[in-house]
């Protein structure tokens, strides 16, 4: 029983890892963040395995569009998730949002975790909505999780 026990903690812990290893890291959405440009979001992106799309617009403006292990339609909605960790990240044209958008409630949480090693204060569920968790920490920028609806269930965004 023990054996059962420690291999399915063990089997837990592998899928956890997994979840944030193929999804953008907090500290590196913050560096496109920071940067505010196309050039630094390609080059962090690309790099660990993210298509760059194109521009979507909408009636909040105007957002650089990558993702991994899916594809887009041409309205910029997800469509033809693959293996692993499907994950979208836009940064908006103007440079004042970054957003994170992942599919599954196990990459949502391993985002949270990351930024609470990060020393952020993880705050409060904002007063009547359980869905939006405010995170800062002085001198850096905010940090918010969003429980959405469906295309985009999960989405972390960063802000001033």
Do not use: H
Not at 39 to 65: A, H, P
Not at 109 to 128: E, H, I, P, T, W
Request: aromatic share 10%.
């Amino acid at each position: 029983m023990k054996k059962i026990l420690l291999l399915l903690t063990a089997l837990l812990f592998a899928t956890g890892m997994q979840a944030q290893r193929d999804v953008v890291s907090v500290a590196d959405a913050i560096k496109i963040f920071q940067a505010k440009t196309l050039y630094t979001g390609k080059q962090v992106l690309e790099r660990q395995g993210y298509s760059y799309k194109g521009v979507s617009s909408d009636e909040f403006g105007k957002d650089y569009n990558w993702v991994k292990n899916m594809n887009l339609t041409k309205d910029f909605l997800p469509t033809a998730m693959k293996r692993g960790n499907s994950s979208m990240v836009l940064l908006a044209q103007n440079g004042k949002t970054v957003y994170v958008y992942v599919f599954n409630r196990t990459a949502f949480a391993g985002l949270q975790s990351q930024v609470k090693a990060m020393g952020y204060d993880m705050g409060n569920a904002v007063k009547g909505d359980k869905s939006t968790l405010i995170c800062t920490k002085e001198n850096q920028p905010t940090v918010t999780f969003l429980i959405l609806q469906q295309p985009l269930p999960y989405c972390m965004q960063i802000t001033e």
